[in-house]
């Protein structure tokens, strides 16, 4: 009785079966805990190769964008070159002209351009100027010549070229009778006189004058006219 007393199980306290729950728990969670840790290892290392990569990127940009400015420089120059004429001669010494040389004849060469523009451009106001006053006295001159025009109506007056040529010899040794006064001494003086005699004689209202003193003292002859041919 009493060995069979001894052989009763004694239970377990609440303390040992945490302990021994803790014990597997542990132990089960050993392989989780490794694969947390090479995980963030690459994470890690994924980490530190980042920066490298992204510092060797913008080099390359770096390298290929100032490459770009050399290139876009050198294409420049080269125009440079090309646009003024200057450019293709080398100094004295031979050699080629440098870039600082190369700058200083572009800025004169702009300087150059902007005066002849603005020369051209006073020039140019000029000429338009002149082409307004000849347009103006084309049109007094045109107007002045359809006031003094004698309508003929249908009789057309015919003059043989015998009597232009009498008309015209009188007319012009009419003119040459006032003109004979001019001082022909030298240049000068004859400029003037030419100036002053062609506004005071060969005036359009001068000259028909002339022309009608010159026409009534001419012989009356006879003139064919278009009546003339109409009648039997």
């Keep these: 009785m009493d060995s069979i007393d001894n052989m009763k199980v004694v239970p377990s306290s609440p303390i040992q079966n945490t302990n021994l729950f803790s014990r597997f728990s542990s132990g089960?969670?050993?392989?989780?805990?490794?694969?947390?840790?090479?995980?963030?290892?690459?994470?890690?290392?994924?980490?530190?190769?980042?920066?490298?990569?992204?510092?060797?990127?913008?080099?390359?940009?770096?390298?290929?964008?100032?490459?770009?400015?050399?290139?876009?420089?050198?294409?420049?120059?080269?125009?440079?070159?090309?646009?003024?004429?200057?450019?293709?001669?080398?100094?004295?010494?031979?050699?080629?002209?440098?870039?600082?040389?190369?700058?200083?004849?572009?800025?004169?060469?702009?300087?150059?351009?902007?005066w002849q523009k603005k020369t051209l451009e006073k020039e140019r106001n000029a000429l338009q100027k002149e082409v307004v006053a000849l347009r103006i006295m084309q049109t007094n001159y045109e107007q002045m010549v359809n006031a003094q025009q004698i309508p003929m109506g249908h009789v057309e007056a015919r003059i043989s070229d015998e009597e232009k040529f009498q008309m015209f010899q009188n007319i012009i040794d009419g003119l040459f009778f006032t003109f004979c006064n001019i001082n022909v001494n030298n240049f000068t003086e004859l400029s003037a006189c030419v100036f002053s005699w062609l506004e005071e004689h060969c005036k359009p209202q001068a000259l028909q004058n002339l022309i009608e003193t010159v026409h009534e003292k001419k012989p009356k002859s006879h003139t064919t006219t278009s009546s003339d041919k109409t009648s039997p």
């Design 28 to 114: 089960s969670s050993l392989h989780p805990r490794h694969h947390s840790s090479s995980s963030s290892h690459d994470d890690d290392s994924e980490d530190k190769g980042s920066p490298n990569n992204y510092t060797e990127k913008r080099r390359e940009a770096h390298i290929q964008s100032e490459q770009k400015r050399r290139e876009a420089i050198k294409q420049g120059y080269n125009c440079l070159y090309d646009l003024v004429s200057t450019y293709q001669q080398t100094d004295i010494s031979g050699y080629k002209l440098s870039k600082a040389t190369v700058l200083q004849k572009s800025i004169d060469y702009i300087q150059y351009s902007l």
